[in-house]
């Protein structure tokens, strides 16, 4: 498996933007799909956006589709997820997720898809 530690979250206020990373260490960063999901205080985790193998496919939830973007340097074994236009229904615990039994150009929504987890950060986005 892959550790992951995401990093850059904090609080914004409503308009603003946040650049989130998720910095790999342990195999082959590669050869994972990557994604961000969120969770907000009283509701389930959602999915937010996913990345293939290479980075040659993207997918996003309906809500950040047009304001995120999912991104990812192999070479630095790093992700990305920039946050454009926030809203306050954005505040969340934003995590970012490695899965490896996944197809090259795979992007998967479902959390069971997913490998490995990191450790979370908080995005608040003030009103």
């Known amino acids: 498996q892959v550790q992951l530690v995401e990093s850059g979250g904090g609080l914004v206020q409503a308009g603003g933007s946040l650049s989130l990373s998720c910095a790999a260490s342990?195999?082959?960063?590669?050869?994972?799909?990557l994604g961000w999901f969120r969770q907000a205080p009283g509701k389930e985790r959602e999915f937010v956006a996913a990345i293939s193998w290479s980075g040659g496919s993207t997918l996003y939830a309906d809500s950040v589709k047009g304001r995120f973007t999912i991104s990812r340097d192999n070479a630095k074994r790093t992700g990305y997820l920039q946050m454009n236009s926030l809203k306050s229904e954005d505040t969340a615990v934003y995590y970012c997720?490695?899965?490896?039994?996944?197809?090259?150009?795979?992007?998967?929504?479902?959390?069971?898809?997913?490998?490995?987890w990191g450790q979370g950060t908080q995005v608040t986005v003030s009103s």
């Open positions: 997720a490695a899965a490896q039994r996944v197809g090259v150009r795979s992007t998967p929504t479902r959390s069971l898809a997913y490998d490995s």
């Open positions: 342990g195999r082959t960063f590669s050869s994972y799909a």
